[in-house]
């Protein structure tokens, strides 16, 4: 596999060097004074040599921007290697990967992988979703990539060149609930199985919460690779933004947003304040043993940057004292770890989360049931069932069973018919109608005290939802048990019922259901 070298890649991966990212927000247009002060910024990044790369946003809040991926090789050119933000909103799986190849070729190998922001108004109106695959799902196209892609060709396959992609992800400790912090971290230990090669953290503000992002990484068994933490330079109308939610995923809690208002009256308005805040996170960062330091904020400047970094160095021995001020927990927050009391950050002892089975409601049992007489192997109806399905698949019956399959299960889990069911991977919730994002290996980060990014105080999360009926089992940890593909849209609008049992569908993939030897030869023939 060819490896990238950047110097960011080298800087991350060295344990001397603690390495420092700058994120920039390319925003609306082409030649407007947003991207004409973002490459100033790069020049001047460029001259400095204090950050070793520049973080470019994709389409933040899901409005339209300039393109990261394109602005990503004028940075090149001038000297700074950026680190673009690949989302996998507003791309399909076919968009995505011709991105790469574009990025490869343009030597752009810097990758920061995220799902992205609900998509917000765009041109006459709202741009529709596509979430073609997830970040899990993306990581693993980049490291086959990595690796040689094999495509089909008129011929059999072919493998393609092997790119160089260091490609990375995020994870969101700052979550309320067990279900809610329990889905980041399922989902951040298929990322990692998926390739990503370094963990960034999303937007907060506790101590206790990023010494908890070191401790997980340990934890699962991926302590060898690096973690970013995120500094956000907050000023009081960003800080009233993120404490009701108004970027998702971002937490700003009220004893914060009561510190800042009241530095905000000071005559600089709280910018000497918020500039050692950062400063301080730099050091506790460092001190925790993070790898580096993603910064950002609104009209930040390059000298802003160089004075965090300079001042957070003066710090960093202090950095076990400092951790301390940072004590922003979220009402009745819960945490993996039990509390150091000594330190005020965790011990490497996880909480007992068996203390507690909750209830389980009466729907979920019975689906448990449904699907253990019809579609477990070993149950005495597996064998017939599969010769019915044989029997329909082709026939004059397979369109009425395909209706009433697909009635049936509108009104259950408001199936949207993709034929390639998803219900067994989130506790019989359906990822595809009941997320926006679809997403199949976990949360989204932009939840919020449970309620889903998207509908705040109307839907809960999926993931929050199945947690608790996997847990009165202690099924649980079953939700990172395996990677979930993404849909396969030649199915859709068939039966997701005969797609299982023949073979065809992702689940009976996994379990190694293949289509009955009679269905071959027909399917040669």
């Given at each position: 596999?060819?490896?990238?070298?950047?110097?960011?890649?080298?800087?991350?991966?060295?344990?001397?060097?603690?390495?420092?990212?700058?994120?920039?927000?390319?925003?609306?247009?082409?030649?407007?004074?947003?991207?004409?002060?973002?490459?100033?910024?790069?020049?001047?990044?460029?001259?400095?040599?204090?950050?070793?790369?520049?973080?470019?946003?994709?389409?933040?809040?899901?409005?339209?921007?300039?393109?990261?991926?394109?602005?990503?090789?004028?940075?090149?050119?001038?000297?700074?290697?950026?680190?673009?933000?690949?989302?996998?909103?507003?791309?399909?799986?076919?968009?995505?990967?011709?991105?790469?190849?574009?990025?490869?070729?343009?030597?752009?190998?810097?990758?920061?992988?995220?799902?992205?922001?609900?998509?917000?108004?765009?041109y006459t109106g709202l741009s529709k979703p596509v979430f073609d695959l997830d970040a899990t799902?993306?990581?693993?196209?980049?490291?086959?990539?990595?690796?040689?892609?094999?495509?089909?060709?008129?011929?059999?396959?072919?493998?393609?060149?092997?790119?160089?992609?260091?490609?990375?992800?995020?994870?969101?400790?700052?979550?309320?609930?067990?279900?809610?912090?329990?889905?980041?971290?399922?989902?951040?230990?298929?990322?990692?199985?998926?390739?990503?090669?370094?963990?960034?953290?999303?937007?907060?503000?506790?101590?206790?919460?990023?010494?908890?992002?070191?401790?997980?990484?340990?934890?699962?068994?991926?302590?060898?690779?690096?973690?970013?933490?995120?500094?956000?330079?907050?000023?009081?109308?960003?800080?009233?933004?993120?404490?009701?939610?108004?970027?998702?995923?971002?937490?700003?809690?009220?004893?914060?947003?009561?510190?800042?208002?009241?530095?905000?009256?000071?005559?600089?308005?709280?910018?000497?304040?918020?500039?050692?805040?950062?400063?301080?996170?730099?050091?506790?960062?460092?001190?925790?043993?993070?790898?580096?330091?993603?910064?950002?904020?609104?009209?930040?400047?390059?000298?802003?940057?160089?004075?965090?970094?300079?001042?957070?160095?003066?710090?960093?021995?202090?950095?076990?004292?400092?951790?301390?001020?940072?004590?922003?927990?979220?009402?009745?927050?819960?945490?993996?770890?039990?509390?150091?009391?000594?330190?005020?950050?965790?011990?490497?002892?996880?909480?007992?989360?068996?203390?507690?089975?909750?209830?389980?409601?009466?729907?979920?049992?019975?689906?448990?049931?449904?699907?253990?007489?019809?579609?477990?192997?070993?149950?005495?109806?597996?064998?017939?069932?599969?010769?019915?399905?044989?029997?329909?698949?082709?026939?004059?019956?397979?369109?009425?069973?395909?209706?009433?399959?697909?009635?049936?299960?509108?009104?259950?889990?408001?199936?949207?018919?993709?034929?390639?069911?998803?219900?067994?991977?989130?506790?019989?919730?359906?990822?595809?109608?009941?997320?926006?994002?679809?997403?199949?290996?976990?949360?989204?980060?932009?939840?919020?005290?449970?309620?889903?990014?998207?509908?705040?105080?109307?839907?809960?999360?999926?993931?929050?939802?199945?947690?608790?009926?996997?847990?009165?089992?202690?099924?649980?940890?079953?939700?990172?048990?395996?990677?979930?593909?993404?849909?396969?849209?030649?199915?859709?609008?068939?039966?997701?019922?005969?797609?299982?049992?023949?073979?065809?569908?992702?689940?009976?993939?996994?379990?190694?259901?293949?289509?009955?030897?009679?269905?071959?030869?027909?399917?040669?023939?």
């Amino acid at each position: 596999m060819p490896e990238c070298l950047s110097r960011f890649h080298t800087s991350l991966l060295d344990p001397s060097t603690f390495t420092i990212t700058w994120e920039l927000v390319p925003g609306r247009g082409s030649f407007e004074q947003d991207q004409i002060q973002l490459l100033r910024s790069a020049e001047q990044a460029a001259r400095g040599g204090r950050v070793h790369a520049l973080t470019i946003t994709d389409n933040p809040g899901g409005s339209p921007a300039l393109s990261a991926e394109m602005l990503s090789t004028e940075l090149n050119r001038l000297g700074i290697e950026p680190l673009v933000h690949f989302a996998c909103k507003d791309k399909n799986r076919n968009m995505l990967e011709g991105l790469l190849h574009g990025l490869e070729r343009a030597s752009v190998c810097n990758l920061l992988i995220i799902t992205g922001d609900y998509s917000n108004e765009g041109y006459t109106g709202l741009s529709k979703p596509v979430f073609d695959l997830d970040a899990t799902q993306l990581l693993g196209l980049i490291t086959a990539m990595n690796e040689g892609l094999e495509v089909p060709t008129f011929r059999g396959t072919k493998r393609l060149t092997p790119t160089s992609f260091f490609a990375g992800a995020v994870v969101s400790p700052f979550k309320a609930t067990e279900a809610e912090l329990m889905g980041q971290y399922h989902k951040l230990q298929k990322k990692l199985r998926a390739g990503a090669r370094f963990i960034v953290t999303q937007l907060g503000y506790d101590a206790r919460k990023f010494h908890e992002t070191i401790l997980i990484m340990r934890h699962l068994g991926f302590g060898d690779i690096p973690v970013m933490g995120n500094i956000y330079v907050l000023p009081a109308g960003a800080a009233r933004m993120m404490n009701r939610n108004g970027l998702p995923g971002c937490v700003v809690t009220d004893k914060l947003l009561n510190e800042i208002a009241e530095e905000a009256r000071a005559a600089d308005r709280g910018r000497a304040a918020r500039m050692e805040r950062a400063a301080k996170m730099y050091a506790f960062m460092k001190g925790m043993g993070f790898a580096g330091v993603h910064i950002g904020g609104h009209g930040l400047a390059h000298d802003d940057v160089v004075h965090i970094v300079d001042r957070g160095e003066e710090l960093a021995h202090d950095w076990q004292d400092i951790a301390r001020e940072f004590d922003y927990p979220q009402p009745e927050g819960w945490y993996y770890f039990e509390r150091d009391e000594r330190t005020g950050l965790n011990t490497e002892t996880p909480v007992d989360r068996a203390r507690s089975r909750p209830p389980t409601p009466i729907s979920y049992r019975g689906f448990r049931l449904l699907h253990a007489a019809l579609f477990n192997r070993r149950s005495p109806l597996f064998r017939p069932m599969t010769a019915l399905a044989l029997a329909v698949d082709g026939s004059r019956c397979e369109h009425a069973v395909t209706r009433a399959e697909h009635l049936t299960k509108v009104i259950t889990n408001e199936c949207l018919h993709c034929g390639d069911c998803g219900l067994p991977d989130v506790a019989y919730i359906c990822p595809t109608s009941q997320c926006p994002k679809g997403q199949r290996n976990g949360p989204c980060g932009g939840s919020f005290e449970g309620w889903c990014e998207v509908y705040p105080g109307k839907k809960r999360c999926i993931y929050v939802r199945a947690y608790p009926r996997l847990k009165h089992y202690g099924e649980e940890d079953s939700l990172s048990a395996y990677e979930v593909p993404p849909v396969n849209h030649s199915l859709q609008q068939t039966s997701s019922w005969l797609n299982f049992y023949l073979g065809r569908d992702h689940t009976a993939k996994r379990l190694g259901i293949v289509p009955p030897e009679r269905k071959q030869r027909q399917q040669r023939s």
